[in-house]
């Protein structure tokens, strides 16, 4: 949409698929959400009536979201991307570091806002998946992915002329975008299950 860092309002008011709760804000980050310690997200990417593809995040480590903006924006957050093609159901896999943007000046005090405030980076930002480096702070963002991003982002240039942009695999498709992202509090297994043998034959019926 028109807003995906350095326009985008956020506070702790919940949120719902329109936007903030009072109405006021169709792009909004609820600073309320993602408070306990997760590893997965979850990006489901349209062009406002129908979605073309959703990104499941795996993190390597868990934290809830304050910690994660201000390490991502630090030093990276290590992340496994899943993007699944709505139309066709095509997987791609990647495996990068997400930066968001190593100039929007986000820190976890961030999240302890009281009042619902803009903006939330102070320099561009990349919500989306790829390989290698994703940071929105680089006119070369996507060169920077080996051209595999998928997603939005504002890569050192302006919401208002960036954020509607629709990358998909490194290709900008359409300029009508609405994300929606959720937060996973359920922590991904460390390992595959142990596999045990039945203890009987099945019985056959």
């Known amino acids: 949409g028109a807003s995906c860092a350095e326009n985008l309002f956020y506070g702790p008011q919940a949120i719902t698929k329109a936007g903030s709760a009072d109405g006021n804000f169709e792009y909004f980050l609820s600073t309320s959400a993602g408070l306990n310690a997760h590893r997965e997200w979850l990006q489901v990417v349209t062009d406002r009536t129908t979605e073309l593809y959703r990104i499941y995040w795996t993190f390597s480590s868990s934290k809830n979201i304050a910690d994660r903006f201000a390490t991502a924006v630090g030093v990276g957050e290590s992340v496994s991307f899943r993007v699944v093609v709505a139309a066709t159901g095509q997987n791609y896999y990647y495996s990068g570091s997400w930066r968001f943007s190593n100039g929007a000046s986000i820190t976890a005090s961030k999240f302890t806002a009281t009042l619902t405030s803009c903006c939330f980076s102070a320099d561009d930002g990349a919500w989306g998946a790829g390989n290698s480096i994703i940071d929105g702070n680089s006119m070369s963002g996507v060169a920077n992915t ?52 039945p203890t009987m034959r099945p019985s056959r019926r």
């Open 146 to 197: 080996g051209n595999t991003f998928w997603g939005i982002a504002n890569f050192d240039n302006a919401d208002g002329t960036s954020c509607d942009d629709v990358y998909q695999n490194g290709v900008l498709t359409a300029n009508t975008a609405k994300v929606y992202m959720y937060y996973n509090t359920v922590s991904v297994p460390t390992a595959a299950p142990t596999q045990r043998s």
